[in-house]
């Protein structure tokens, strides 16, 4: 399992929204790697400047690959993606 924490890069918002719906698409199409997804807001919670995605795949050439066909990722949507192993201890 990994978290991913992907940064828009700067000025992008439009991107994003332009390509929001085949990204929503992407991840109902993988539910089954999804343990969470969502966006990270802006401090007035108006606007998004990055995603979190929880992926349970069984390693990181497979999550590599999943996030490649990520839309977002292929519209050049993010400044900076983090990759961390994740072991979900609760609930």
């Known amino acids: 399992m990994f978290v991913v924490h992907c940064q828009d890069k700067p000025g992008h918002q439009q991107v994003r929204l332009d390509n929001r719906s085949a990204h929503l698409d992407f991840l109902k199409a993988n539910l089954d ?46 400044a900076a993606v983090t990759v961390l192993p994740y072991r979900k201890v609760l609930p």
Do not use: C, H, I, N
Request: glycine residues 8%.
């Open 33 to 78: 790697k999804v343990v969470m997804a969502g966006p990270v807001q802006t401090e007035d919670r108006q606007g998004m400047v990055g995603s979190v995605l929880v992926l349970d795949v069984p390693d990181r050439a497979a999550l590599d690959a999943l996030l490649a066909e990520d839309p977002y990722a292929k519209a050049g949507l993010f």
